[in-house]
């Protein structure tokens, strides 16, 4: 099995203050992807990384950014968390074989 | 459109009864992929059926892609207490770096 991880795997904070979720893979896979998932909407793309310093914006990217400084590992930053961020984001990774999802970090923002 | 609406959002059964949920679109897709997801879990892939008309089957859970490749279906025989999880199909993107685009899901509930 692909070897993801993400930290934090809980987090409450309060609006107006930056997060950082991070995803590390021990897999060196290229393509890295943050989806964020909500009741009632499936999982929606947030940005997605095709390589170290690449990455691209997906269906929900505002106020999102991304950083891929090394292949392993993928971070999600919300610069000034709203309430409407609340959600549980996954990271995932593509492999030969298919998606591979961490197991996902709880945002709370109050 | 490459919207994903899978019916029914919710289904609650007995242990050892069959169910079927399905994922329609109104544009055709290249290939289809089905995912179980359990609570405080991530996604897992179940199956990718790529060839209109084709069948998959993994032990109780069989997979169809539909003839003109625009809808797919999940049929559960006999479900059991762990088949609980919710159920979601999604759609790889090719030339926009392999993203995924997922239905709204299929929460299951199977009582004993």
């Known amino acids: 099995d692909a070897g993801i991880t993400q930290s934090p795997r809980h987090k409450v904070t309060e609006t107006g203050t930056p997060v950082t979720l991070r995803c590390h893979q021990t897999?060196?896979?290229?393509?890295m992807y943050w989806y964020r998932q909500d009741p009632g909407h499936g999982l929606r793309l947030i940005h997605y990384s095709y390589g170290v310093k690449d990455t691209d914006k997906g269906e929900v990217s505002d106020g999102y950014s991304v950083s891929r400084s090394k292949t392993e590992d993928f971070l999600l930053t919300l610069e000034s968390a709203t309430s409407s961020q609340t959600s549980v984001y996954f990271c995932?990774?593509?492999?030969?074989?298919?998606?591979?999802f961490g197991s996902g970090t709880r945002l709370t923002v109050v | 459109t490459q919207l994903l609406e899978q019916s029914p959002q919710f289904l609650s059964i007995q242990e050892g009864e069959n169910l079927t949920v399905y994922c329609n679109s109104s544009s055709v897709f290249s290939s289809l992929q089905w995912y179980r997801q359990e609570p405080g879990e991530g996604p897992v892939l179940l199956v990718t059926v790529v060839t209109g008309g084709e069948v998959k089957k993994l032990k109780r859970l069989t997979f169809q892609f539909g003839d003109a490749r625009k809808d797919s279906s999940l049929h559960i025989t006999a479900a059991q207490t762990g088949d609980t999880g919710l159920y979601l199909c999604?759609?790889?993107?090719?030339?926009?770096?392999?993203?995924?685009?997922f239905g709204q899901g299929t929460e299951l509930s199977v009582k004993p």
């Open positions: 897999e060196n896979h290229r393509y």
């Open positions: 999604a759609r790889m993107i090719y030339n926009q770096g392999g993203k995924l685009i």
């Open positions: 995932a990774i593509q492999g030969p074989y298919g998606y591979t």
